[in-house]
């Protein structure tokens, strides 16, 4: 048996990145030929986290109803209604720094946004004209509502036995930042990290393995008439995104609503939050078990004000009062971990003149086999694919035409992957001819 390692730092492993796999001429076998595929990269041509990584995406819609009298009790009271709904979603995107890295752990970038709508809400300005000639009583109760006053969300990153776990990386604060006096707010954020790090787990859409990953979204958001206020801890990810100007405020002469209410508090509005949590226990050959849970709660608070006015010696006059009613809504959701396991390079080459290497198939011991190649590859030509450190079966089709193929398999039991090796295996010395 010969297995051909190569062991290197990694550094000297980094330049896999620019490899390809090696099946870019054709050979002429005569008849009929086999048709040579331009292979994918083996490794990835970009850092960036969105382009690497199919996220976990999540979206739940909570409706409710809000009520609430208003008015003098000893006078008159009037109903308010309203209806809304809150929407939460969010896009997760996973990856590992193996343990060789002092930032080593599981990452969660994660993108949320919570629609909040308000069209329902909002009944308007109206008045509401109470007589009675027996008490010689006459009063106006003017009503405004229910306009959006304060919305809190917070997020916390908590294990299987409930404990808050998870922080912010070095050089990274969640968004968007405290933004008080302004007509916008920015949120995502530029970040990157230079690490030997697995990407993902069965949301792959790209190479495993990689060296450096980054992270560079940041846009502008409308906030007319709205403060936003981040309080996040070492740990835990919180905002509020706050009113002004709202008609509870004082107004000339104390009792018509500041009219009209704030755009942002009468219509359906998206508020976007986005940060990298970190978890640093995490350890190589870990598996879904070890996984984490969000924990986020959303607060939103609606006022409705009123006040009471009456013409001179009909009745009582009492200023703006607001009720503040707070609707409270949560969701959990389960992270789909990253895979930990540790990997190697296999590298197949075609040492047989004449002939073509087609469907190189794979197996972990135990597992059923996958066909991992596309196209075919001629002499002096190598395969190669970043696999899970453990022993594998390996076989392949070889043959001069695709009509005469035969099946090859390994001379022995089993490839053995090791981490940050490369096993290179050769047609001509490392497999036979399959009975």
Same mark, same amino acid.
């Given at each position: 048996?010969? !297995?051909h390692?190569?062991?290197?730092?990694?550094?000297?492993?980094?330049?896999?990145?620019?490899?390809?796999?090696?099946?870019?001429?054709?050979?002429?076998?005569?008849?009929?030929?086999?048709?040579?595929?331009?292979?994918?990269?083996?490794?990835?041509?970009?850092?960036?986290?969105?382009?690497?990584?199919?996220?976990?995406?999540?979206?739940?819609?909570?409706?409710?109803?809000?009520?609430?009298?208003?008015?003098?009790?000893?006078?008159?009271?009037?109903?308010?209604?309203?209806? $809304?709904?809150?929407?939460?979603?969010?896009?997760?995107?996973?990856?590992?720094?193996?343990?060789?890295?002092?930032?080593?752990?599981?990452?969660?970038l994660?993108?949320?946004?919570?629609?909040? &709508?308000?069209?329902? *809400?909002?009944? $308007?300005?109206?008045?509401?004209?109470?007589?009675?000639?027996?008490?010689?009583l006459?009063?106006?109760?003017?009503?405004?509502?229910?306009?959006?006053?304060?919305?809190?969300?917070?997020?916390?990153?908590?294990?299987?036995?409930?404990?808050?776990?998870?922080?912010? #990386?070095?050089?990274?604060?969640?968004?968007?930042?405290?933004?008080?006096?302004?007509?916008?707010?920015?949120?995502?954020?530029? @970040?990157?990290?230079?690490?030997?790090?697995?990407?993902?787990?069965?949301?792959?859409?790209?190479?495993?393995?990689?060296?450096n990953?980054?992270?560079?979204?940041?846009?502008?958001?409308?906030?007319?008439? *709205?403060?936003?206020?981040?309080?996040? &801890?070492?740990?835990?990810?919180?905002?509020?995104?706050?009113?002004?100007?709202?008609?509870?405020?004082?107004?000339?002469?104390?009792?018509?609503?500041?009219?009209?209410?704030?755009?942002l508090?009468?219509?359906?509005? &998206?508020?976007?939050?986005?940060?990298? @949590?970190?978890?640093?226990?995490?350890?190589?050959?870990?598996?879904?078990?070890?996984?984490?849970?969000?924990?986020?709660?959303?607060?939103?608070?609606?006022?409705?004000?009123?006040?009471?006015?009456?013409?001179?010696?009909?009745? #009582?006059?009492?200023?703006?009062?607001?009720?503040?009613?707070?609707?409270r809504?949560?969701?959990?959701?389960?992270?789909?971990?990253p895979?930990?396991? #540790? *990997?190697?390079?296999?590298?197949?080459?075609?040492?047989?003149k004449?002939?073509?290497?087609?469907?190189?198939?794979?197996?972990?011991?135990?597992?059923? #086999?996958?066909?991992?190649?596309?196209?075919?590859?001629?002499?002096?030509k190598?395969?190669?694919?970043?696999?899970?450190?453990? !022993?594998?079966?390996?076989?392949?089709?070889?043959?001069?035409?695709?009509?005469?193929?035969?099946?090859?398999?390994?001379?022995y039991?089993?490839?053995?992957?090791?981490?940050?090796?490369?096993?290179?295996?050769?047609?001509?010395?490392?497999?036979?001819?399959?009975?």
């Open positions: 048996m010969m !297995k390692v190569y062991s290197h730092s990694i550094l000297a492993f980094s330049v896999l990145s620019s490899l390809f796999f090696f099946a870019c001429e054709k050979e002429q076998a005569g008849g009929d030929d086999f048709f040579e595929e331009e292979p994918p990269l083996i490794g990835n041509t970009t850092s960036d986290i969105e382009a690497l990584i199919i996220p976990q995406e999540t979206s739940i819609t909570f409706p409710y109803q809000v009520k609430k009298e208003v008015g003098k009790k000893d006078i008159a009271l009037y109903p308010v209604e309203g209806e $809304g709904e809150v929407t939460l979603r969010h896009s997760i995107y996973p990856f590992y720094a193996f343990e060789k890295s002092t930032s080593n752990g599981d990452y969660y994660i993108k949320s946004e919570v629609a909040v &709508t308000n069209d329902k *809400m909002y009944q $308007g300005y109206m008045k509401q004209l109470f007589r009675d000639d027996v008490k010689k006459q009063t106006t109760t003017h009503i405004c509502g229910f306009y959006l006053r304060e919305i809190r969300i917070r997020y916390e990153l908590v294990d299987k036995e409930g404990n808050t776990v998870g922080e912010f #990386p070095a050089g990274h604060s969640p968004t968007p930042l405290t933004t008080v006096g302004s007509t916008t707010y920015t949120t995502g954020f530029s @970040w990157s990290l230079g690490a030997q790090i697995r990407i993902g787990s069965d949301t792959l859409k790209a190479s495993p393995l990689i060296w990953i980054a992270y560079n979204n940041e846009s502008k958001r409308n906030i007319q008439d *709205m403060d936003v206020r981040n309080s996040s &801890t070492g740990q835990t990810a919180q905002y509020a995104f706050t009113l002004n100007n709202l008609p509870s405020s004082n107004s000339e002469d104390g009792f018509i609503p500041k009219l009209p209410p704030p755009p508090s009468i219509s359906t509005n &998206t508020y976007a939050q986005e940060f990298i @949590w970190r978890v640093p226990s995490t350890k190589d050959f870990q598996g879904d078990d070890v996984k984490f849970t969000l924990h986020q709660k959303v607060e939103i608070d609606y006022g409705v004000c009123y006040s009471l006015t009456s013409p001179l010696g009909r009745g #009582p006059r009492y200023d703006l009062e607001e009720y503040v009613e707070t609707v809504d949560s969701s959990t959701i389960e992270f789909i971990p895979c930990r396991i #540790p *990997m190697g390079l296999l590298k197949i080459t075609n040492k047989n004449g002939q073509y290497i087609t469907q190189v198939a794979i197996a972990k011991q135990g597992e059923e #086999p996958k066909i991992v190649s596309t196209g075919s590859f001629a002499y002096g190598s395969f190669q694919i970043y696999v899970d450190v453990g !022993k594998y079966d390996v076989e392949f089709k070889m043959g001069s035409t695709s009509k005469n193929v035969k099946t090859y398999t390994l001379d039991d089993c490839a053995e992957i090791a981490q940050d090796e490369t096993l290179e295996l050769f047609s001509d010395y490392d497999f036979i001819q399959k009975n």
